[in-house]
């Protein structure tokens, strides 16, 4: 049975039918004409920064660009103006940068450790524990601004730096002991006895065990928790001072505090650059991203 | 000798459940221990309270004399092999084995050459470098027992090591584990849910159900003088034949009548056991009951019944009939004549027998 399948296979691929292939081709069409629609905004954005003012206020808005020009990301990034201040996206590119590495770095780690101790060093009330944590994910951000807000006055160190990394690990961390525990749980509790057995202690056995197979899922967290905080602006906008602002609460800043002449260019590749660290993250580390979410499902 | 393994009066309960009731074992240094009973029966946790993996609600653990209650697993002395073999995934076999002996501090010169040692007597050397997920059963099965076999331990502990693997490398690995017992002369306790595997491997059993010992006893104890109806039916395969019987005084010995489909009791003479109860559950293993003609003994009695199945399993033809209102299986010599439908006469070995008190389960005789 199984000889004569191979035979006959590939004469019924030629013989598909016609309604078939209109059918695949219609599809493929459908999804370009979707793709086109969400890029159309990026290209819209792209184009327009690479345009001259007066070409903007003349030409289309779909137009390409008839003189290409980085004037307005150079601006974008150094020159324009927040308010008084007029040092463009750079300072506060960097704020986000000292923000979010630190902020995703502990979160992970922080929920790594908790994942571990929810999955495989169950004590009374994990599961209650873990409830708790998960319904830390669902409470919204509003809800947090004032009590956090006096935490962190209580703390001395509101509108610091530190003070907004601390706000992004707590609030990141129920999200990353989720990812983590629904990881860990799936790796056998035989494993944690036989290194126990062994010798090894909580932290060995973390290091040396769990820590190695964890790649996929520590993907996972950064490339979510990353976005998470870079794109975040009501935390940003509630916990910083003049200067240690993020990036998305400066491009708020840039576009709307403009007097006189909306410089349309300038606005769409300071957008561009705000937005391009998440974009690399996802091109870089997407596919390991894709990996890790179904990783656990098709363990060995 | 004094004792490798001392269990007194341990307790272990989660919560309000009592998973272990009063558990008392002893082995001596050399002695392969199996924990044998159905699902839920509490030998794996058991197994886990040895290692120090589950802590105990009351009694003792002593290995190698010295009290090991309280003892975190690492200081036991122990080395335990598990179900899944619990092998470190991204490790390689090598790794995985010199693993204990990295977090104990060992000098790396001291770790190659146990390596060297354990990976030759395994013959897993060709597999130092893979990791877990390239092997096979049968190979991580080894890498497992090498863990293990690095660390010189006083008590070697097994939990069901043999379970996840099929049926014919099962065997070869039984024959394995027996050889390598016998060539270390090490201690072991072994856990498992299959009465083969215990009665092969085996110098000491522990029947277990419902976190109660059953009977501890070698395996010739075990099957031959099962203490209860419940051993009884566990060990051997197939089971014991377990028939619900009247008896009656005679003169020398005890007639016993057991109920039969054909309307007319089988009568059968015990000559040497005496003061039964009206009602008894005698016990007697398929081996125990033979054609006539090819059993005799001082206390062999032949009946004739009638055969409702025949079931030929090459060395041996099993034949099933009805009595007492039980399914009674015999095993017979693989020539036999015997077909379905047809009476035959069957030799019963009365020296074999086990007598049974029908409400306690208790063993009488």
Redesign the interface.
Known sequence: MTDQAFPTAPRRSRNVPLSKIALRWGLYLILCVFALYYLMPLFVMLTTSLKSIEEIRSGSLVALPRDITFDAWATAWSGACTGIQCEGLRPYFWNSVLIAVPAVILSTGIGALNGYVVAQWRFRGANLFFSLMLFGCFIPFQVVLLPMARVLGLMGIAGTIPGLIFVHVIYGIGFTTLFFRNYYVSI?S??V????????GFF?ILW??FL??SLPIIVVTVIWQFTQIWNDFLFGVSFSQAGTQPVTVALNNIVNSTTGIKEYNVDMAAAIIAALPTLLVYVVAGKYFIRGLTAGSVK? | MAPILDIKNLYKSYGATEILKDINVAIEPGDFLVLVGPSGCGKSTLL?CI?G?EPISGGSIDIGGQDMTDV???DRN???V???Y??????TVAKNIT??MK??GVDQATQAAKLAEVSAQLQIEPLLNRRP?QLSGGQRQRVAMG?ALVRDPKLFLFDEPLSNLDAKLRVEMRTEIKKLHQNLGASMVYVTHDQIEAMTLATKIVVMKDGIIQQIGTPSEIYNHPENLFVADFMGSPAMNLIPARTQKKDGGTQIEIASATGKPLLLTDTTHRNLPDDVIIGLRPEDIAEAGYRSGQNVQTAHCMIDVVEPAGADTFVVSHLGGKEVTARLHAETTACAGQPLEFAFDLGKVSYFEPNTGERLN
């Open positions: 056998p035989e494993l006895k036989a290194a126990k057995v062994d010798g090894a060995r040396s065990i190695p197979l060995g | 886990n290692a993996l975190s697993p690492k122990i080395a335990m598990f179900q899944s619990a092998l470190y995934p991204t490790m693993f204990g977090v104990r997920g863990r």
